[in-house]
């Protein structure tokens, strides 16, 4: 029987510091070394979560942007992304113009992926974010004059950075659509809020079942700790939620494990792979 273990990245693979310690990278390779399939599913683009895993040699596709990507982690590159439909982009477009101080937009220009965010006045919560990927020179921050320029383009996601007060009610409008998937939560390390939307039928859930039916799995045993796992633990055979995850999670999971802190995932996955 081949069991597909599938975990999230912040808050559960990872630790508060936003790292991965030295030993879950040990005991990963370990595994994957003797051909267990292991692998994340992540709402981080694929070039933020790479410079996180990259010493963890996935030799299955990664999920990221919460299934709107799957990506070669060996190969360092996306190979599968599905993006917005122009009637829907311009349906959006009009739903949100707090995007012009509170988000971007991530656009393909031949293949390689661009957040395109408006100039002007920004969120404290959204400015932060531009200045922490202004300091580490991340070329993919492109600014733009207007809204038509931000919503040109292949176009595969939207993300969304203020409190959550500021964001609720655009939340409000757009997360009964059978259009696009959406997600609304707090961030892990700070108090800000994200709202996120993937195309139709991208989340973390169908990425996985996808996955799992590629590579001809007979289980499906997910990790998580927040909101956007929830669907991801609903079609497992075992959801593992971390001790330190939110009360959604923890009382969503079918067990719960020991915390991010503690090398969790890889430790479980050992305990039953390595008996």
């Known amino acids: 029987m081949k069991t597909l273990y599938v975990t999230d990245l912040d808050g559960t693979l990872m630790r508060n510091d936003m790292t991965i310690s030295d030993e879950s990278v040990r005991i990963l390779n370990e595994l ?6 292991i692998t994340y599913a992540t709402a981080r683009s694929f070039h933020s ?32 992304t599905a993006f917005f439909p122009e009637d829907v982009i311009k349906e959006l477009k009009e739903l949100l113009p707090i995007i012009e101080s509170s988000g971007f937009t991530s656009v393909y220009i031949d293949g390689e992926m661009y957040k395109m965010y408006q100039s002007g006045k920004k969120s404290k919560e959204f400015q932060g974010y531009i200045d922490y990927y202004a300091s580490i020179g991340d070329k993919r921050m492109r600014m733009v004059e207007s809204a038509d320029d931000q919503f040109k383009g292949n176009i595969s996601y939207i993300t969304l950075i203020s409190s959550r007060e500021e964001l609720l009610p655009y939340y409000e409008a757009v997360k009964d659509s059978d259009k696009w998937e959406t997600i609304f939560q707090k961030d892990t390390y700070r108090e800000e809020f994200w709202l996120e939307i993937c195309p139709k039928d991208s989340t973390k859930a169908k990425a996985v079942l996808k996955l799992k039916d590629r590579l001809g799995c007979d289980r499906l045993v997910v990790f998580g700790d927040s909101i956007n796992d929830l669907p ?8 593992a939620s971390v001790s330190n995850a939110r009360p959604e999670a923890l009382k969503a999971s079918d067990i719960t494990i020991d915390s991010n802190e503690n090398d969790a995932v890889a430790k479980y996955i050992q305990s039953k792979e390595k008996r």
Not at 32 to 37: A, L, M, P, S, T
Not at 53 to 69: A, E, L, Q, S, Y
Not at 232 to 239: L, N, R, S, Y
């Open 49 to 80: 979560a790479y410079e996180i895993t990259k010493d963890i040699k996935f030799k299955i596709p990664v999920i990221t942007r919460n299934g709107t990507t799957f990506a070669d982690q060996i190969n360092a590159k996306e190979v599968e």
């Open 232 to 239: 991801m633990f609903e079609v497992a055979d075992v959801a």
């Open 32 to 37: 994957i070394e003797d051909d267990v399939f």
